[in-house]
């Protein structure tokens, strides 16, 4: 059975920062690349960030230098640290895992002004 189960989202003040957490079970979570992506209303869903199994990472233009994705094997775990939040980046979060392809449920982060 193969789980993603998102957390830390919540609602954050403009500037503010924010730490996601996607705890994964029922996958070989070291050999996995992992991702975060995210889609607000009426947007299409987009790859924010990811981690290979190699720490190789990749991020959208609009969060770089704003958002550090990492990965704690040891806690099948793998996290987006998110600063200098923006309204724009008020959307829900998605964890995902590459193989098996999986999402996790999201979670909502909502930045006001």
């Known amino acids: 059975q193969v789980q993603l189960v998102e957390s830390g989202g919540g609602l954050v003040q403009a500037g503010g920062s924010l730490r996601l957490s996607c705890a994964a079970s029922?996958?070989?979570?070291?050999?996995?690349?992992m991702g975060w992506y995210r889609q607000a209303p009426g947007k299409q869903r987009e790859l924010v960030a990811l981690?290979?199994?190699?720490?190789?990472?990749n991020y959208v233009d609009s969060v770089k230098g704003r958002f550090t994705i990492s990965r704690d094997n040891a806690k099948n775990t793998v996290y987006l640290q998110m600063s200098s939040l923006k309204p724009e980046d008020t959307a829900v979060y998605y964890c995902?895992?590459?193989?098996?392809?999986?999402w996790g449920r999201g979670t909502q982060v909502t930045v006001s002004s």
């Open positions: 995902h895992s590459l193989n098996p392809n999986y």
């Open positions: 029922g996958i070989i979570f070291s050999i996995n690349a």
């Open positions: 981690i290979t199994s190699s720490s190789y990472t």
